[in-house]
């Protein structure tokens, strides 16, 4: 059996969950989200526990017990609460400027880096342009939209110059020495 497929899934007061056959939607304070189990995979509903079930011990249905349970989980807890991530920005002259639904990186290139924000997303510039916030009931869209926008410069290890999560810990490096 799923070790997190098997556990139940709490629903908070304030969120409303509809099941239709494999369709699951999940209605909360903060908006909606829809999810479609894969094959094999049922969720119930009773007396505000949620649980979901796999129909046979196939390898497939093994597979997606586990992720289906997660998916529907953060769902719940993204409709209640929502998701945020904060990424870093460090170096001489880098900053971050919203314009519109975009944000533009000024990172040492020619030219700054321009990131459309997907719909469903918000992201917040902080602290004069130095820190990024983005926010969304779909932890997946946070964690893409985050990753996106890091990957334009990463944190390096020699200056620890570019962008990075707040959390992160960047492993620096000597760098030459000079005989």
């Not at 129909?55 to 769902?75: I, T």
């Not at 893409?144 to 810990?169: F, N, Q």
Request: hydrophobic share 40%; proline share 3%; charged share 25%.
């Amino acid at each position: 059996m799923s070790r997190i497929g098997k556990n139940p899934i709490e629903v908070k007061a304030g969120v409303t969950v509809a099941i239709q056959g494999q369709d699951v939607t999940v209605k909360g304070k903060l908006g909606e989200l829809a999810y479609r189990l894969p094959d094999g995979i049922s969720a119930s509903l009773e007396n505000g526990v949620l649980t979901v079930a796999r129909a046979s011990d196939a390898r497939e249905h093994k597979a997606f017990h586990g992720l289906a349970r997660a998916l529907v989980q953060n769902m719940v807890v993204g409709v209640s609460t929502g998701y945020a991530k904060t990424l870093d920005i460090e170096g001489v002259g880098f900053k971050a400027e919203a314009k519109g639904s975009s944000i533009f990186l000024s990172l040492g290139f020619a030219n700054a880096k321009e990131y459309k924000i997907p719909q469903g997303a918000k992201v917040t510039i902080q602290n004069q342009g130095l820190r990024i916030l983005v926010e969304s009931i779909d932890k997946q869209l946070v964690g893409r939209v985050a990753a996106d926008i890091r990957s334009y410069y990463p944190a390096e290890p020699y200056k620890g110059k570019g962008i990075r999560y707040t959390d992160e810990k960047v492993r620096r490096k000597e760098g030459k020495t000079v005989a």
